[in-house]
């Protein structure tokens, strides 16, 4: 079945980089766009980055376009989101998601567990 | 940019019930809007994508309806499961940028 673990979450002291990972398996990642998502405590969902199923096309949202950077190797099955400059209000559980239809980046369909990345001083 | 709104924010609803939620948005997103479910403590869940169309293992009783700007996703028999937090996102375009809604919480009545 379908299966996306991250991992890479922690606590970081702001101004910090992170590197997040999400492994997938079950499907053919190479066939799928991924999404990554954030919730930041006691709060909504915020979508944040989605990179097409060959990498060819990759967007950030506005308020971590320069920070935050998706990417994929499709030989190893997995996809990352590297963070830099870190923030307080980066302080979230951040999940990665496959999305809904083959070759597409719109809908994020199976989501992982997520992985807690606590920006504090 | 597109603003997705949901509501009520709150909803209590005795199980067994039917429930309805709406999300509205600011412009016509067309079919493009899927309804996710998040329990306290796990990922959300795909529903309903397309305004209609079912997930994979998605039980009858969750019905999506809806186009242009407002959409609706009842539950028709309330199971105690069912009672989580819902969000609204649309996929008009591609980036799909500032998607989701800010929520609707299910709660027994």
């Known amino acids: 079945q379908v299966q996306l673990v991250e991992s890479g979450g922690g606590v970081v002291q702001p101004g910090r980089s992170l590197r997040l990972s999400c492994a997938a398996s079950g499907f053919v990642f190479s066939s799928y766009g991924i999404h990554w998502v954030r919730q930041a405590p006691g709060k909504g969902l915020e979508w944040v980055a989605v990179i097409s199923y060959d990498g060819s096309n990759r967007y950030s949202a506005d308020f971590v376009k320069g920070r935050l950077t998706i990417s994929r190797d499709n030989s190893r099955n997995t996809a990352y989101l590297q963070m830099n400059r870190l923030r307080p209000e980066d302080t979230a559980v951040y999940y990665c998601?496959?999305?809904?239809?083959?070759?597409?980046?719109?809908?994020?369909?199976?989501w992982g567990q997520g992985t807690l990345v606590t920006v504090s001083s | 940019e597109i603003v997705m709104t949901q509501s009520p924010a709150t909803l209590s609803v005795s199980p067994g019930e039917r429930a309805t939620l709406s999300c509205r948005a600011s412009?016509?997103?067309?079919?493009?809007l899927a309804w996710y479910q998040q329990k306290p403590g796990q990922a959300p869940r795909l529903l309903i994508y397309?305004?209609?169309t079912r997930a994979t293992g998605i039980p009858g009783r969750f019905s999506g309806s809806g186009s242009g700007t407002e959409f609706t996703l009842t539950i028709s028999s309330l199971q105690s499961e069912d009672f989580a937090v819902y969000y609204c996102q649309q996929y008009n375009k591609w980036p799909p940028e500032n998607t989701f809604g800010q929520g609707t919480k299910l709660e027994i009545k």
């Open positions: 397309g305004a209609s």
């Open positions: 998601a496959k999305d809904q239809t083959i070759f597409g980046a719109l809908i994020p369909g199976n």
């Open positions: 412009q016509s997103v067309s079919s493009n």
